[in-house]
């Protein structure tokens, strides 16, 4: 078993769990990216860049990281819809410069403290070999009130419908976020709050959506026992199919899962 564990890899197993042996034991690889792909990747590191060095230039910005995405999905032979791909440019153009202006307007004043902050900490000092938790968060401000935000930009549609909003699993994300956050710098977890921010392609008006996502501490440490779980299951090899999931997965009627 590697050394550590992403969300990612966590929600695969809690998705299924032989998807992830497929996926993380045996490397298999079917996914290689797309149209959505491209344009998250562009989109995160736009706003990482202007969070950082203003919005001047945004949108030439967001156009250089979203064509250097195209290429690399070129490379890879893949089809691409090419309407999409004309509307996703216009619209990443137009997203480009928002990201400090919707953050002013949600949280007031601010500073920020890092983007792209690496997680890397121990889940359990007291277990040997312990694992650690692997991840990046987007970015991470500080209030006037010496609270600390926790952001995870995501890009979609329109929108998310509320069934997704409230997905408990999904929510783990920010969760672990604060909690692995907290610890690496000693700070009181009830100093710091959690967001996703949605990015919105195609909304007609409030393109960038902020929300809050509670993270108390029972929920810490729900998710942290399912964690804990996860890592007990994956080490002793439990890799029962989710047959729930099966017409969602790329290995769905394929040699590798019938």
Not at 9 to 21: I, Q
Not at 64 to 89: A, I, T, V
Not at 104 to 131: A, P, R
Request: charged share 30%; hydrophobic share 35%; aromatic share 14%.
């Amino acid at each position: 078993m590697k050394k550590h564990i992403s969300f990612s890899e966590f929600k695969n197993w809690s998705t299924c769990a032989y998807y992830h042996k497929l996926t993380y034991i045996d490397s298999l690889k079917m996914f290689q990216g797309n149209e959505h792909t491209a344009f998250g990747t562009a989109m995160h590191s736009v706003y990482e860049h202007t969070l950082l060095q203003g919005s001047k230039g945004a949108e030439n910005f967001f156009d250089h990281s979203f064509l250097q995405q195209l290429q690399e999905l070129h490379e890879k032979n893949l089809s691409l819809d090419k309407g999409l791909l004309l509307s996703m440019r216009e619209q990443g153009k137009k997203l480009a410069p928002l990201a400090g202006d919707a953050l002013k307007e949600h949280f007031g004043n601010f500073k920020v403290i890092s983007t792209e902050e690496m997680l890397y900490e121990t889940i359990d000092e007291e277990v040997e070999e312990s694992l650690y938790f692997k991840g990046y968060i987007d970015v991470v401000l500080q209030t006037d009130d010496g609270k600390y935000h926790v952001i995870d930009w995501k890009t979609c549609s329109w929108g998310w419908p509320t069934r997704k909003k409230s997905d408990k699993i999904l929510s783990y994300q920010l969760t672990f976020y604060k909690h692995f956050f907290a610890k690496k710098y000693d700070i009181d977890p009830d100093l710091i709050e959690t967001y996703f921010a949605l990015v919105k392609r195609t909304a007609k008006k409030d393109n960038i959506e902020i929300f809050k996502v509670s993270s108390g501490r029972k929920k810490v440490q729900n998710a942290l026992n399912i964690l804990h779980r996860t890592i007990y299951n994956i080490k002793h090899k439990k890799y029962i199919k989710n047959r729930l999931s099966c017409s969602r997965c790329e290995f769905y009627k394929t040699e590798y899962c019938t």
